[in-house]
């Protein structure tokens, strides 16, 4: 039953995600000096932010299910404690291996993103469902955008470790704050786990709705990978040789681009979801040609950064608002089912984008980007022959009902 969600709480649950996120994506823009004190080459550095993202997707078909059956409010709780748990490792790893198993350990629990939207989705009334996720998604992109500024100065000063045991103290002072501060979101259901995890792989088949903007999450997270998972690379080269600061404060660019988006909730509650993703990735796939120009300044490429995330956030707002509006009592596993298809988007856009650098160049990586944006708006494309754009329908008076009303009251 819808109870609504305060302001307060608001803040609170986009704070839970802005911390659970960032535990994947701080190692990027220090992934060249983090990559060489763990001994892991150049070429391979983009396993790093993979095994963030491979434990993440493992999280999403196994744990997110978990919010249709059981109290969300003490999920939350355990999987930030969790989460922190992996963050201490990271913090504390040696060498590449356990980096990676640290990254992804924390990248399986900080599943507690989608377990928090699926839990602002249940609580929310029907009008305030939009705003409340587009609210709560923000601190998303805070985590993903924002822990790139505060990464870039602790690891000029501190070194890239303190990231790690900042977020981990983080989470666990949120699970703390989470398990005291929400209000309770009982499940009470007959299926099972095994069902709902069955229920999951049906819905690729049974669903369309599903399986497009599951094919578009896919494609929209590589291409959004392909630029934060590479950017370090060409900005710490020759011309530019920018430090971890400098790279950092990039991370400002997006994160004003994303947060722009933020009304994507409101027009989606309007009934325009399906044409703000269109819109969204021709701006998507118009982004990289300003992304790929590095020199002689670099302006085109922060104006680039700033619509790029303005288009990925819009996009993924509107796909979360339409299912959740179609799924409203298995929101948590239809999200987690969702995000499995960003987690191997990010994953693919990681790996291809530090490949290509390495192989061809930055243009390279751009291109793959491009395309990959591209690839997204032609699965909307095809989806629109049988999904179109659904707004609210508001009956307006005919002329003949307007006419016999001025005469009636004469």
Same mark, same amino acid.
């Given at each position: ?48 932010? /993979? ?19 059981? #109290? ?7 999987? $930030? ?8 490792? +990271?913090?504390?790893?040696? #060498? ?6 640290? %990254? ?10 989608? @377990? ?15 705003? #409340?996720?587009? /609210?709560?998604?923000?601190? !998303? ?5 924002? @822990?790139?500024? @505060?990464?870039?100065? $602790? ?14 103290? %983080? ?16 499940? +009470? ?99 990289? %040609? ?11 490429? !922060? ?8 288009? !990925? ?36 856009? /990681? ?15 751009? $291109? ?6 591209? /690839? ?18 508001? #009956?307006?008076?005919?002329?003949? +009902? ?9």
């Amino acid at each position: 039953m819808a109870t609504g969600v305060t302001r307060a709480q608001r803040w609170v649950l986009a704070m839970v995600c802005a911390a659970a996120v960032s535990t994947i994506y701080a190692i990027q823009p220090v992934l060249a000096v983090a990559g060489a004190e763990l001994g892991v080459s150049p070429e391979s550095s983009g396993v790093l932010i /993979a095994a963030g993202q491979i434990g993440y997707f493992a999280g999403l078909i196994l744990l997110v299910p978990l919010g249709d059956l059981i #109290n969300r409010r003490q999920l939350i709780a355990g999987l $930030l404690a969790l989460t922190s748990v992996g963050a201490a490792i +990271t913090a504390a790893a040696p #060498n590449g291996g356990v980096a990676m198993a640290g %990254l992804a350990f924390a990248g399986v629990f900080a599943v507690v993103v989608q @377990v928090t939207v699926a839990y602002v989705a249940a609580v929310s009334a029907p009008g305030e469902r939009g705003r #409340n996720i587009g /609210a709560v998604t923000s601190g !998303v992109v805070l985590g993903i955008l924002g @822990v790139r500024v @505060v990464t870039g100065l $602790l690891g000029d000063t501190l070194g890239w470790r303190a990231v790690y045991a900042l977020l981990a103290v %983080l989470c666990a002072g949120l699970a703390v704050l989470t398990r005291r501060g929400l209000d309770p979101d009982i499940r +009470t259901s007959d299926v099972g786990y095994t069902q709902v995890l069955r229920s999951m792989g049906r819905l690729v088949t049974t669903d369309r709705l599903f399986l497009s903007r599951g094919l578009i999450a896919f494609f929209l997270f590589a291409s959004f990978g392909s630029l934060w998972s590479g950017l370090a690379l060409p900005l710490g080269a020759p011309p530019w040789s920018l430090g971890t600061t400098e790279i950092g404060l990039f991370g400002l660019a997006g994160l004003a681009g994303a947060l722009g988006a933020g009304r994507a909730g409101r027009w989606a509650d309007a009934g325009h979801a399906q044409r703000i993703t269109g819109w969204a990735l021709v701006l998507l796939a118009a982004s990289w %040609l300003l992304i790929a120009r590095t020199g002689p300044t670099l302006v085109p490429l !922060v104006v680039g950064v700033v619509v790029l995330d303005f288009a !990925v956030q819009a996009v993924h707002v509107s796909s979360q608002h339409l299912l959740t509006t179609a799924h409203p009592d298995r929101a948590g596993s239809v999200i987690g089912a969702y995000m499995a298809f960003y987690s191997l988007g990010s994953a693919l856009g /990681a790996v291809t984008t530090t490949w290509a650098h390495t192989a061809w160049g930055w243009w390279a990586s751009c $291109l793959f980007g491009g395309l990959y944006a591209l /690839a997204g708006f032609a699965v909307w494309g095809s989806a629109q022959r049988w999904m179109p754009d659904r707004r609210p329908k508001i #009956n307006q008076p005919t002329f003949r +009902t307007r006419y016999v009303t001025m005469i009636s009251r004469r």
